[in-house]
């Protein structure tokens, strides 16, 4: 509402509607260099809200060595046609230090959205889309500030980390042989985290469906992979790197050769600097 006031007055306006979230208002945080000398103010953050702390309340531990104030990711994508009402100028996508898949999918779909916007298309992301969000990178999602989400729904105990998307769970372990139960499908080079107990991560390199050596396996498939990653029989497994969509972001930026005419102006004259615009 705030934003659309500004825009109608003429105003230039960005909203951020994608990416990580600091826990503090507008950045204000003082924790970091409360607490290592490193100031969130000065860009030196050391985000110690991605640590783990436990809450004690009159001398009784409530909570253990949980992410408590670790802020979910903000995803404003299905709300995205009430931003755009606002007249914003500008939207805003945390690309910083993400993959380039990331930051090609993410990209993509808030441009396709925003076309089917302005020429009253009616856009729905598609499973797929939903799941190329999710495996390059979340935290879990909130729509956050914008549209009055819930505390409890901003923040996640659970991880600090990218969470990927839920593919399996293990049947059994006998070494370095790991056999899952798929739910969704997995590929050669893909990335994959085991969570249980403990959390350990790895490549598929290796994987095996009815003892004959594969590429990919479908959803329903019991494979069996070779890894030197531990994990243990019920460990659930989850997808954190899509080697088909790294490949396919790869090819596309590869083969973008988009270049812009650009005219400049050289002035050099004795006893004076050399003077150089760009139109």
Request: net charge positive.
């Amino acid at each position: 509402e705030k934003v659309k006031e500004l825009s109608n007055l003429g105003l230039e306006t960005e909203i951020f509607v994608h990416g990580a979230l600091c826990y503090a208002y507008s950045g204000n945080c003082l924790m970091s260099y409360a607490i290592g000398k490193r100031s969130g103010n000065r860009g030196a953050c050391a985000q110690p809200c991605r640590k783990t702390y436990s809450l004690i309340e009159n001398g009784k531990k409530i909570i253990d060595k949980q992410s408590i104030i670790s802020m979910k990711d903000l995803n404003t994508l299905e709300s995205l046609d009430e931003i755009l009402k606002s007249n914003v100028t500008s939207l805003k996508i945390e690309g910083r230090m993400k993959s380039l898949e990331y930051v090609y999918t993410i990209v993509s779909l808030y441009r396709k959205k925003i076309d089917a916007y302005y020429n009253n298309i009616k856009f729905n992301l598609s499973n797929k889309d939903q799941k190329d969000i999710l495996v390059t990178f979340n935290r879990g999602f909130t729509k956050g500030y914008l549209f009055n989400d819930l505390n409890i729904n901003r923040t996640t105990k659970t991880s600090v980390n990218h969470l990927g998307i839920k593919i399996g769970k293990v049947e059994k372990v006998e070494g370095k042989k790991v056999t899952i139960n798929l739910t969704d499908d997995l590929c050669f080079n893909d990335g994959i985290r085991f969570k249980g107990l403990n959390e350990t991560g790895a490549y598929v390199n290796e994987m095996y469906l009815n003892n004959v050596l594969v590429k990919k396996a479908k959803s329903g498939s019991k494979i069996t992979l070779i890894l030197n990653s531990p994990c243990k029989v019920n460990d659930d497994v989850y997808k954190t790197v899509d080697s088909n969509l790294v490949s396919m972001a790869n090819n596309i930026v590869k083969n973008f050769d988009k270049k812009v005419p650009i005219t400049f102006h050289i002035k050099i004259s004795y006893n004076n600097p050399i003077s150089l615009s760009a139109i």
